[in-house]
């Protein structure tokens, strides 16, 4: 099993930009999650879903869209990039929900900054 | 304030020193989740705790629910434990997991 991956590692935008983040599990789980990292913060919840056709937002959703349409894969998209969402982005999943205990498995993280 | 605080925020240990890393939290909870990062920035899980302690190898997880509190110890400490120690603390009827800041601890050899 690769586990949860995702596509690109880094990243460079511009202003304005627009850019989707892949993510990919392979372990058939229901609920998968995006996070951002920003420095010296914890990570903080922009997307997660429940299963396909299911999303709902976190703490910070403004400036990024979501949408599930099979188990595995849950792409996060960036319009109009601004450089506030320079940050590292974490995608994760779990078999069912992380406030129940269930253990989830992150990615390798997206590095992107926006200039 | 924080809904989950961690302490120190950084440490710094000699190779072989017994290592503490508390973790407290305001909100009911089902779970609590002890998480590692390395430098590299891969994030793994160590423990979920939801009540009394949990051992792997050298490393301890104990939690007092009475008192939100949770403690990771590490064990005869080494250089390659050196990385950014997470908690998260999941509620009840939530999907979504609150995380501390991060203890980040240097272990030189």
């Known amino acids: 099993n690769a586990g949860v991956t995702q596509t690109p590692k880094f990243r460079i935008l511009k202003i304005g930009q627009s850019m989707t983040l892949q993510c990919t599990q392979d372990?058939?789980?229901?609920?998968m999650y995006w996070y951002r990292q920003d420095p010296g913060m914890g990570l903080k919840l922009i997307y997660y879903?429940?299963?396909?056709?299911?999303?709902d937002k976190g703490e910070v959703p403004n400036g990024y869209n979501v949408s599930r349409s099979t188990t595995e894969d849950f792409p996060l998209r960036l319009e109009l990039a601004a450089p506030s969402q320079t940050s590292v982005y974490f995608c994760?999943?779990?078999?069912?929900?992380?406030?129940?205990?269930?253990?989830?498995?992150f990615g390798p993280g997206t590095r992107l900054t926006v200039l | 304030k924080n809904e989950v605080e961690q302490s120190p925020q950084n440490l710094t240990a000699q190779e072989g020193e017994f290592i503490t890393i508390n973790c407290s939290y305001s909100?009911?909870?089902?779970?609590l989740h002890w998480l590692q990062q390395h430098p590299g920035g891969g994030i793994v899980s160590l423990f979920m705790?939801?009540?009394g302690k949990k051992k792997h190898g050298r490393l301890i997880a104990t939690i007092n629910i009475q008192e939100k509190h949770s403690s990771l110890h590490i064990t005869a400490s080494h250089p390659r434990d050196s990385a950014v120690y997470i908690c998260?603390?999941?509620?009840?009827?939530?999907?979504?997991?609150?995380f501390g800041t991060g203890t980040r601890l240097q272990v030189f050899p």
């Open positions: 994760a999943s779990s078999y069912s929900s992380g406030g129940y205990g269930d253990t989830q498995y």
């Open positions: 372990m058939n789980h229901n609920y």
């Open positions: 879903s429940v299963g396909a056709g299911i999303t």
């Open positions: 909100v009911g909870i089902s779970a």
């Open positions: 705790l939801s009540s």
């Open positions: 998260a603390v999941g509620g009840y009827n939530t999907d979504k997991l609150i």
